[in-house]
């Protein structure tokens, strides 16, 4: 059942990313299209980083590993640097 859900929550994941890609994608024509495409990705990332985080605790609660530790870790990094850049970005533009 908790395999389930980390599989779940890696899909998810996945696609809040790529659909925010999509979408960001389709609305980069214009001025200022850079700039909000920049913004619907970061925003995206983030979200979809948020299921891999919970899938990377799930992951870390069926194999406790060090292994599992870094890759918890690393993932959380990776979500906190997106957030940043997000943040920054926003004071920006």
């Known amino acids: 059942m908790v395999n389930a859900l980390r599989i779940f929550a890696l899909m998810a994941g996945s696609l809040v990313i790529f659909l925010g890609i999509m979408q960001a994608t389709l609305e980069a024509r214009g001025a200022g299209g850079r700039g909000r495409v920049a913004r ?54």
């Open 40 to 93: 619907r990705i970061t925003e995206h990332a983030a979200l979809g980083l948020e299921f891999f985080v919970g899938a990377t605790i799930l992951n870390l609660v069926l194999n406790p590993t060090w292994m599992a530790v870094a890759m918890t870790a690393l993932t959380i990094a990776v979500r906190q640097l997106i957030t940043l850049s997000f943040k920054r970005q926003a004071r920006m533009g």
